[in-house]
């Protein structure tokens, strides 16, 4: 048995093909974050090299106004509902056309509240993912637009990585899904290993190279390396 597995991994060696790639190391997640809002930014909850959790709150603009308008539709829903079931309970003796004028005004009251919670929400920024803040663009004070698009902060994946690899278009049709790469790291002797999990379907038209992606681990990112693809 132990003979023909050695002589099987003779024979895939014989037709295996290397192909030379290089690649730079990008974050597995990264994102620009903003404001969906506009307004003056009131707090900012974390600085750069912060590790933040997915949903934490990183900043908030000055809401007091839309705070107080969230209250006053909460009173407005709490009478239009008493005002709806006290009419709901003689229903049998008024005009229907005045049930049904109580019975608006108690579901626009509902609908006018989510409207109000939802704009309080948009005056929050949260971590899109389980992250660290690389970059801040904006401080206590500063407007920010909505339309615009005002970066606040931007937040990469804390130690999940991507290569992303780059070879010759002449092989766009030998390199698959599932090849394994050899690679090292600029400045590091170390010999890693990784395995193909995306190609992209296009090719630079500037440089003619081919992309993949290998996932990585703890590189920072920027870093830029090569090696080589084993294919069949």
């Not at 969906?36 to 709150?57: F, H, P, T, Y």
């Not at 209250?71 to 056309?97: F, M, T």
């Not at 090719?203 to 190279?209: A, G, L, N, Y």
């Amino acid at each position: 048995m132990k003979k023909i597995a050695v002589l099987l991994l003779a024979v895939w060696q014989l037709h295996a093909e290397e192909i030379y790639a290089t690649f730079d190391v990008k974050a597995e997640k990264s994102a620009s974050l903003a404001f969906s809002s506009s307004g003056i930014v009131g707090e900012m909850k974390v600085d750069i090299g912060s590790e933040v959790k997915k949903d934490a709150l990183l900043a908030a603009l000055q809401n007091d106004d839309i705070k107080a308008m969230v209250e006053v539709s909460k009173v407005a829903l709490k009478y239009a509902e008493s005002d709806y079931e006290r009419q709901k309970k003689v229903k049998q003796h008024i005009n229907v056309s005045l049930f049904e004028s109580y019975a608006y005004k108690y579901d626009h009251a509902k609908v006018q509240l989510k409207y109000q919670e939802a704009l309080l929400d948009k005056t929050y920024l949260r971590a899109p993912f389980d992250g660290i803040i690389t970059a801040k663009h904006s401080e206590v004070g500063d407007v920010v637009s909505g339309q615009m698009i005002t970066k606040v902060y931007d937040i990469q994946s804390i130690k999940e990585r991507k290569l992303i690899l780059k070879f010759d278009q002449k092989y766009h049709e030998k390199v698959k899904v599932g090849d394994r790469f050899t690679y090292k790291v600029d400045g590091d002797d170390t010999l890693y290993t990784g395995t193909i999990y995306k190609i992209y379907p296009t090719i630079e038209s500037s440089t003619r190279k081919m992309l993949a992606e290998v996932k990585a681990e703890g590189f920072p990112v920027g870093l830029f390396g090569d090696g080589y693809i084993t294919v069949k």
